[in-house]
């Protein structure tokens, strides 16, 4: 069974542009969680998706959103990028929802450079 | 002050040694878990607990819901151990993943 997919693995922008990351979990899994991890904040709660839906959203401003499609896989996006969205972008996904009792398995990651 | 508080920071060890990792949290929580993170970033789920005691191997995760408390064993450790682990809570009211900061632990042969 093929594991949480994240691409592209790297990214370069320069400042004021938008990214798009992408996210295709488990097969069977219908939740996708978005983390930010950064060496000064750790990581951080961004959003999770369940059966296309958001469900739960962390305290990140409007320039992150996202979205789920009908074969659960996930795309985020940042617009107008700064210096300090430079981070390490994780996915996870899990067969419920968190708070469900499930365990959620993770992706290598975006490391995501704003230059 | 860290709504998930984790002991130690930084963990050296020989190998062959016991280690334990400490986790306290100030939340109502649904669930605990456990991550393992390698250099180059990906991250292994090493066990979700909402009570009791948990073993997988060398590793061993125990939960005290009344302390608000859980540690993370390793017995007979290995330089392979060697990585940063992740304590991280369910909140039960939001249901939204909380970090602690993490532990670097690295095992010498």
């Known amino acids: 069974k093929a594991g949480v997919t994240q691409t592209p693995r790297y990214l370069i922008k320069t400042r004021g542009q938008q990214v798009t990351l992408s996210c295709s979990p488990i097969?069977?899994?219908?939740?996708v969680s978005w983390y930010q991890q950064t060496p000064g904040q750790g990581l951080q709660f961004l959003f999770e998706y369940f059966s296309e839906t958001q469900r739960n959203k962390g305290n990140f401003p409007g320039r992150f959103s996202g979205r789920q499609f009908s074969n659960s896989r996930s795309e985020m996006n940042v617009s107008t990028l700064e210096l300090g969205d430079s981070a390490l972008y994780l996915c996870?996904?899990?067969?419920?929802?968190?708070?469900?009792?499930?365990?959620?398995?993770f992706g290598q990651g975006t490391r995501l450079t704003v230059v | 002050k860290n709504e998930v508080e984790q002991s130690p920071q930084n963990l050296t060890a020989q190998e062959g040694e016991f280690i334990t990792i400490n986790c306290s949290y100030s939340v109502g929580i649904s669930a605990l878990h456990w991550l393992q993170q390698h250099p180059g970033g990906g991250i292994v789920s090493l066990f979700m607990l909402s009570s009791g005691k948990k073993k997988h191997g060398r590793l061993i995760a125990t939960i005290n819901i009344q302390e608000k408390h859980s540690s993370l064993h390793i017995t007979a450790s290995h330089p392979r151990d060697s990585a940063v682990y992740i304590c991280?809570?369910?909140?039960?009211?939001?249901?939204?993943?909380?970090f602690g900061t993490g532990t670097r632990l690295q095992v010498f042969p």
């Open positions: 996870a996904s899990s067969f419920h929802p968190t708070g469900g009792n499930t365990e959620a398995f």
């Open positions: 991280a809570v369910e909140r039960g009211d939001t249901d939204k993943l909380i």
């Open positions: 097969s069977g899994h219908r939740s």
